[in-house]
């Protein structure tokens, strides 16, 4: 008996998406509330952002210590920074542009180290168009399609002042331009956050050198005011930026291939085996549910992890990459063994 022949591409994207979409309804029946989108939404941002006054008191009236915050503002943050990529989907307040555009402000300001929301709007839309691809460049900026050498591992830590090495490394013409232009992108509070977080590190690195040299050194009174100011600033927000940033670059820049991607099915893979946990609890879980959205754009991101099981059931069948290892060796380019033939099987 001949062997049944396997889905064309437009079919298995069709398919993947069905059972994301049917999931996804399913969901909306059994729990009708989940049909308040803009509701949720500003429910989750007012939530979010008022655990993190919580944990800012407690952090300023010696209740927690330093780490306890950091970790916890961590957490909160992953909760807004998919706010701002569902925003920027306009899958809030599309209606109504003064909350939309407020809760688009509130999200950057709470992240402080991100690039300006709604110029990444732009850049989001062609990562769409064009994922993958040297015109993306949204997952350049992020160190997609580099080998995992130390400048990637510095634009994964710091994609503002990595990024910046990267322009006067390479061959590029207009350095001073593209450079202005990045800096820019990150005005005001991205340049503010590299400011006091480089400000931190310096000041922690001279005390430790002299008392490693024994000469300690006698700071004024007005600059140990500032400084502890500082120390307050980098515990309560900007180490939980970089922690959260961090994590989310690696698992994103990871997730996505670059190279050899010319269909839908070759875009992202999914990163949910259980190593990866320390990252995704930073992230929301990106890694296992961010390959859904590529599928079906438009849905919330707390819908995506509902559909999540049904969802990797039909993408692991069509044959959607499962914790693809080879990425991390190819530089994120998609199996070239795997390009010739479609589906992609036995990488899950």
Not at 156 to 185: E, H, T, W, Y
Not at 187 to 203: E, K, R
Request: charged residues 15%; aromatic residues 12%.
């Amino acid at each position: 008996m001949a062997a049944a022949p396997l889905p064309s591409e437009k079919e298995s994207i069709q398919a993947i998406r069905r059972a994301i979409r049917e999931s996804g309804d399913r969901w909306r029946k059994r729990l009708p509330v989940l049909a308040h989108t803009d509701l949720i939404g500003l429910l989750i941002f007012i939530g979010s952002i008022s655990g993190i006054g919580l944990v800012w008191y407690a952090y300023v009236n010696d209740t927690i210590n330093a780490l306890t915050c950091i970790l916890a503002v961590a957490v909160l943050t992953s909760l807004l920074h998919e706010l701002e990529h569902d925003l920027i989907h306009w899958q809030y307040f599309k209606n109504n542009k003064l909350l939309h555009h407020l809760m688009m402000l509130g999200v950057w300001v709470f992240r402080p180290g991100t690039i300006n929301p709604w110029i990444r709007r732009h850049l989001h839309f062609l990562h769409h168009k064009a994922s993958g691809t040297e015109k993306d460049i949204e997952e350049r900026g992020i160190g997609n399609g580099q080998a995992y050498r130390p400048l990637r591992w510095w634009i994964m830590l710091d994609p503002v002042l990595g990024n910046i090495a990267k322009i006067l490394c390479s061959d590029q013409s207009r350095k001073g331009f593209r450079v202005a232009r990045l800096l820019a992108a990150y005005f005001p509070f991205g340049l503010l956050a590299v400011l006091l977080w480089y400000l931190f590190i310096g000041y922690h690195l001279i005390n430790g050198l002299s008392y490693l040299l024994e000469a300690p050194l006698t700071w004024s009174d007005s600059t140990l005011a500032v400084l502890n100011l500082v120390n307050q600033a980098v515990v309560m927000l900007i180490a939980p930026h970089y922690l959260r940033s961090f994590c989310l670059i690696f698992i994103s820049s990871s997730m996505h291939y670059y190279g050899n991607v010319d269909s839908m099915l070759r875009q992202t893979q999914v990163l949910n085996a259980w190593y990866f946990w320390p990252f995704q609890l930073f992230c929301f879980n990106f890694g296992s549910t961010h390959g859904i959205h590529h599928f079906v754009v438009g849905e919330p991101f707390y819908i995506r992890q509902l559909t999540a099981r049904d969802a990797h059931r039909a993408m692991r069948a069509h044959g959607v990459p499962f914790n693809d290892l080879g990425t991390f060796r190819r530089r994120n380019r998609f199996p070239q063994e795997a390009s010739d033939s479609q589906p992609l099987r036995g990488l899950a």
